[in-house]
């Protein structure tokens, strides 16, 4: 049985040796000019002495350019991708068409992985953007596990999978912090908007408060819950996922050590023991419970909503 890589998001350059012998396979980094929502910032010179870290531990680095490029930064695509060459990244995550126009010039061998957040959703789009160049799709976070499943199935590109940490919601392109919350103050309201972090979007009704955040590339709102599918693996392994996602964004750097030794110990399990791994998936599930910060409660996401249509 194939083991699913362990994808994780460091939050800094000094995470990448602790994460490495915590059992991340793969790591996620980029500077927040070219990704969107990266759990820590990396100039160019932090990128490649994280490579350099990683590959010296036998693990891989993508670097994320899935923001949305406007006329402005297209110039910029280009020289990027060479230098990522250069420092010789693994791949490059993508949405926008553009940086596979700037890929195919700049670095023609380059891997890609296709990610537009929300519309990965069948598995003949995924194979489409695999005939455009993209060597994996990374689903969109409201699929079913059923859906999941059958994507893979069909699948000619690989597959990646979120399995824990926040998703986003709402993405604006505009810094919509300011006055038009205010406005909104009847219905909801945003706590520490003027301090610029921590801060969350409060809905009454619904007793939610959502973490919401400015940068460059707008304004973020992310889910009320933290996805865990630490006791819910198997399937996907069977199914032959190729990639399991730990998002740490708005986490420590002990936050995301501590659950990447979670999953680690998850996947080595089931696909060695999958007997003693059905025996512990609930101990390690309050494992993960545990790490929690008291307003981030876990839930399994979409992988189980009934899909309505």
Known sequence: MKKPELLVTPTSLSDIESLAQAGADAFIIGEQKFGLRLAGEFSKEEIKKAITTAHGYGKK??????????????????????????????????????????????????????????TATNWYTCNYWGRKGAKRAVLARELSMDAIVEIKENAEVEVEVQVHGMTCMFQSKRSLLGNYFEYQGKVMEVENRKEQKNMFLHDKERHNKYPIFEDENGTHIMSPNDMCMIDELGEMIEAGIDSFKIDGVLKSSEYVVEVTKLYRKAIDLFVEDEEQYEDVKDELFEEAKQLQPANRPLDTGFFFKETVY
Do not use: Q
Request: charged letters at 25%; a negative charge; hydrophobic letters at 50%.
């Open 61 to 118: 680095v993508y670097v994320a350019m899935n923001a949305i490029f406007h006329n402005d930064k297209i110039e910029d695509l280009e020289e990027y991708i060479s230098f990522l060459k250069d420092a010789e990244a693994d791949a490059v995550v993508f949405g926008d068409p553009a940086v596979l126009m700037a890929a195919r010039s700049a670095a023609p061998d380059m891997k890609l992985h296709w990610n537009t957040e929300t």
